[in-house]
Protein backbone atom coordinates (compact mmCIF):
# COMPACT_ATOMS: atom_id res chain seq x y z
CA UNK A 1 0.00 0.00 0.00
CA UNK A 2 1.41 3.97 -0.69
CA UNK A 3 0.41 6.75 1.18
CA UNK A 4 -2.59 7.43 -1.10
CA UNK A 5 -4.24 4.48 -0.22
CA UNK A 6 -3.89 5.18 3.57
CA UNK A 7 -5.16 8.49 2.95
CA UNK A 8 -8.38 7.12 1.48
CA UNK A 9 -9.13 5.49 4.73
CA UNK A 10 -11.03 6.71 7.84
CA UNK A 11 -9.86 7.15 10.90
CA UNK A 12 -10.95 3.71 12.46
CA UNK A 13 -9.46 1.35 9.24
CA UNK A 14 -6.31 3.23 9.58
CA UNK A 15 -5.98 2.87 13.47
CA UNK A 16 -6.90 -1.04 13.07
CA UNK A 17 -4.59 -1.55 10.41
CA UNK A 18 -1.62 0.35 12.67
CA UNK A 19 -2.06 -1.95 15.35
CA UNK A 20 -2.05 -5.30 12.98
CA UNK A 21 1.23 -3.94 11.52
CA UNK A 22 2.84 -2.79 15.18
CA UNK A 23 1.51 -6.54 15.85
CA UNK A 24 3.40 -8.01 12.99
CA UNK A 25 6.62 -6.23 13.63
CA UNK A 26 6.43 -7.54 16.97
CA UNK A 27 5.86 -10.98 15.49
CA UNK A 28 8.55 -10.84 12.75
CA UNK A 29 11.16 -9.52 15.02
CA UNK A 30 10.45 -12.32 17.82
CA UNK A 31 10.85 -15.15 15.18
CA UNK A 32 13.78 -13.57 13.96
CA UNK A 33 15.22 -13.14 17.85
CA UNK A 34 14.30 -17.40 17.94
CA UNK A 35 16.02 -18.46 14.89
CA UNK A 36 19.09 -16.25 14.66
CA UNK A 37 19.59 -17.54 18.39
CA UNK A 38 19.57 -21.52 17.66
CA UNK A 39 22.99 -22.73 18.53
CA UNK A 40 24.64 -24.81 16.96
CA UNK A 41 22.93 -24.19 13.69
CA UNK A 42 24.23 -22.42 10.43
CA UNK A 43 22.42 -19.25 9.53
CA UNK A 44 22.85 -18.12 6.50
CA UNK A 45 23.32 -14.50 6.25
CA UNK A 46 20.46 -13.96 3.45
CA UNK A 47 18.07 -14.88 6.13
CA UNK A 48 19.59 -12.40 8.73
CA UNK A 49 19.35 -9.69 5.21
CA UNK A 50 15.81 -10.88 4.47
CA UNK A 51 14.86 -10.07 8.04
CA UNK A 52 15.96 -6.97 8.21
CA UNK A 53 14.25 -5.80 4.83
CA UNK A 54 10.72 -7.14 5.93
CA UNK A 55 11.00 -5.40 9.06
CA UNK A 56 12.18 -2.15 7.65
CA UNK A 57 9.06 -3.01 5.05
CA UNK A 58 6.40 -3.05 8.11
CA UNK A 59 8.39 -0.12 9.79
CA UNK A 60 7.85 2.36 6.20
CA UNK A 61 4.08 1.39 5.92
CA UNK A 62 3.47 2.00 10.08
CA UNK A 63 5.70 5.36 9.57
CA UNK A 64 3.16 6.21 6.18
CA UNK A 65 -0.11 4.96 8.51
CA UNK A 66 1.07 7.53 11.48
CA UNK A 67 2.02 10.23 9.20
CA UNK A 68 -1.70 10.44 7.08
CA UNK A 69 -3.25 10.03 11.01
CA UNK A 70 -1.33 12.79 12.18
CA UNK A 71 -2.99 15.06 9.23
CA UNK A 72 -6.22 14.35 10.82
Do not use: C, N, W
Not at 28 to 37: A, G, I, P
Amino acid sequence: MDKTEFEEMDREELEKLLKKKKEKYQEVEEEKQFVLSQSGRHIPGTLRREYKIELQQIEARIDKIKEVLAKR
